[in-house]
């Protein structure tokens, strides 16, 4: 989602090269065309959508079967050959980045929809399909997948099981975790097993599924996934407010929450942000505005139009500057164009955009909002907000030049602020893009030294040899 | 839910006593007064909700904090006791028993709703509420707590996040492992951890929430829960539907999910449950039909009657002898009454009852149904089901007469043909009662031999002097 850049690799160099017989062994399990080693090859999986962050791997190995990764991963463990477990790489955390060297495993070959059930309401797919796959294969069947990253049209529904994605959907639908119901997986010394299934119900054994959901490539490679799908809701409808202050606008969130309104979407714009997207789109929002809030639902028709009309109520009656409700699909989309847009336009400001992550309690996101722009200023950085006001998810986004002197310091020194800044506030360092290497110094101060050893016990119960995307979670 | 008897426990004798230094420790720890060791005292706590199942502990402690449950674990980690965590014991698995003797460690003292937030649309609890005060609370403020175990009225909230408890509305609203937010629990060894926390999105670290939950008391104590609530549905309405047979009432389950509908209610009761339930409270139900189904649904009032309405002529269009819609509240009651005294019925019939509780795929709830009646006959039991038609999980029951010669083992043989039947249709050996130890010795057919190591080393990863409910989940 950032274009990454010519800076050198913010931590540790390339591998030193895997032995030969490792790599021959590798040719022998994949097959010579799936085990990439040259530097050319290996460089679109030296970074992911994570900007500054790089490290080149010394081997990139695709396999097409659980045998394969089984077969590697034993390998791995025995040789003592770090595995980084990849999808798209659309991650923003750089979760998938060979630091320590050794093997990128990719599952994009293994990305076949394996069913969709209607009676079942499920789907199994294997690791490598793409979301939007899965969403548009159940559409077809007048289901619906329900998370939706931001980046679902090229991230993998194993990249989104490991990762715990999110999206716009959260409060309403709740997240990757909330509709996973099986998964097999390969452990690191190379068992496949599998967890859950196809029971809405069953508990028969720790929660395995959950666990490995959001374990970010650390524990397990997830090779097939079972997912709960739900109706299609039959429609859906979008408005807009401006307000004059964020305070406002998250006084309205707030106040359509306590009215019994759990809508699909509630999302936000600081003044920034709305300026920013309007000097990219065009699309006559009100740059005077302190906040844009874009709020949404889904269902039955009548459900949908009362929910719509009580919230832009409920966005009057708190003093919005304006309000308007959609009348089709065409202006819903337009609306939430101004939303869609916000990161690339962002991007346009700066070479560098760092897109970050923070989830504070709903009720003091203005808060976290004015306290960000005063850490802005305090660093002098140029940010902008958007985010998810329905679940307190934010997105600051710093931009800078990063042959600007000290910028990257200075963005650096403000999202050090930033997070300590959402845990003071009850919040946490990462709603929905993971811990990655990115906020993995953030992560004892967010759990504390007696979770962070259970972590690395964990780890250890799954991971002997410490091969799976080491210096990560559980490291 | 069923009566104890007075056969012997199946299981281990009660431990050796516990060295009077321990008992002094305890007393110091607790008061004197909250350590129980005479027969008369600790014999409640010998027995949870399940039949055959009883062991005496060598004493029942009742801590008041937090940190006493710490300094009770670290004793015990010291000293190699086994501990039990327990909430009201109204479990169905044997999860609550201390087999291997030592504590029975009752956290029913620690019972305060400690905030019910309708901005943040959350609820804070300390482990030994029961679920119908935490239900009671948020109602009173507007707002619901979805999960809905038969055993409510007295289960506390920490065993419902313990057993991960199913309940009703299971299809529609999921169970406790969704309503999860944090948790602060305490390891065997003492530390005090705080998992998750009040966010809807929150990524930093493993997902020890979801580990937790469902570990049945063998990874850590619970000592405090933050759940998530929903706005209370404006309405509720319900109806019932008879069929010929349990087959027709199967192809109307698939049918309403199917066209879209996901009920907050769908249950099944089988003939012979029909019979037992009229013969026991006269409700005027149709004896001949070989199925009666119940369908609920609630929300916005224009959607429940559509809803309802639709299943109804959904459960017409296969052929239902019979259906009828509640035209208010009390007539909702009187259909729901037909299942909610189901267990009664069925516990007149016999000194022992033997709850059971298997998933299968949906599509497959028939055939189960009809496997079941087949085993019965040729193991010579009397068995009757019913259940959650929308999540395919089912309760077979068996009830006999412990003086008739051999109509224990009977009713062992059977579900034990049961348990397998349903895993050979791609079910599990429990839907929402969990493990225990009535479940354990089907457990490692369940999950395969390298997904019970990995549970052990997960265990130990938590629980390194292998304390806490030794016997159980992991061992």
Avoid at 254 to 263: F, K
Avoid at 424 to 435: K, N, R, Y
Avoid at 449 to 473: M, S, T, V, Y
Wanted: glycine share 10%; net charge negative.
């Amino acid at each position: 989602m950032s274009a990454t850049t010519d800076l050198p690799p913010r931590r540790g160099p390339a591998g030193q090269g895997l032995p030969d017989d490792v790599l021959a062994e590798l040719r022998g399990i994949v097959g010579t065309a799936h085990v990439l080693t040259s530097d050319g090859d290996v460089e679109p999986f030296s970074r992911d959508a994570t900007p500054l962050f790089r490290a080149r791997p010394d081997a990139v190995v695709l396999p097409a079967t659980t045998a394969e990764v089984s077969a590697v991963l034993t390998l791995a463990t025995r040789r003592g050959v770090p595995v980084v477990p990849r999808g798209a790489g659309s991650n923003l955390s750089a979760a998938t980045l060979a630091e320590q060297g050794g093997i990128v495993l990719v599952l994009t070959r293994m990305n076949r929809v394996l069913e969709v059930s209607s009676a079942e309401l499920l789907a199994v797919v294997q690791a490598g399909t793409t979301t939007a796959t899965l969403g548009d294969t159940a559409a077809a069947q007048g289901l619906l997948y329900a998370p939706d990253p931001g980046s679902r049209t090229v991230s993998t529904v194993a990249g989104n099981v490991a990762m715990c994605a999110g999206g716009l959907r959260g409060l309403k639908y709740g997240v990757t975790r909330n509709y996973v119901l099986g998964l097999e997986a390969v452990l690191p010394t190379g068992e496949v097993i599998r967890t859950g299934g196809r029971l809405w119900k069953d508990v028969a054994g720790y929660d395995l599924t959950r666990l490995l959901t959001g374990s970010e490539g650390t524990l397990a490679v997830i090779t097939e996934i079972t997912v709960a799908l739900l109706p299609l809701p039959r429609t859906s409808g979008t408005g807009v407010a401006y307000f004059g202050t964020l305070a406002d606008a998250g006084r309205a969130v707030d106040q359509i929450i306590s009215d019994g309104v759990l809508p699909a979407t509630l999302e936000f714009l600081d003044r920034r942000c709305i300026n920013a997207v309007e000097d990219f789109a065009k699309l006559g929002l009100d740059r005077d505005a302190g906040a844009l809030l874009l709020f949404g639902d889904d269902g039955a028709p009548d459900v949908v139009t009362g929910s719509l009309r009580r919230m832009a109520d409920t966005c009057q009656a708190v003093g919005a500057r304006d309000v308007t409700l959609a009348r089709d699909i065409a202006e819903s989309d337009a609306l939430l164009a101004a939303r869609r847009c916000s990161l690339p336009a962002l991007a346009r400001l700066a070479p560098i955009t760092m897109l970050e992550d923070v989830t504070v309690p709903r009720p003091k996101l203005a808060e976290m909002v004015d306290r960000i722009d005063a850490i802005a200023t305090r660093n002098d950085v140029v940010c902008a907000t958007f985010g998810h006001a329905g679940d307190g998810n934010l997105h600051p986004t710093i931009v800078f030049d990063p042959t600007d002197g000290d910028a990257r310091v200075r963005a650096e020194a403000a999202f050090d602020e930033v997070f300590r800044t959402a845990m003071a506030l009850g919040g946490t360092i990462t709603g929905e893009h993971g811990v990655g290497a990115a906020k993995r110094p953030w992560l004892a101060e967010r759990l504390g030294a007696d979770q962070i050893a259970l972590l690395r016990r964990l780890k250890q119960a799954f991971d002997p040899a410490g091969i799976l995307n080491p210096g990560k979670l559980g490291s």
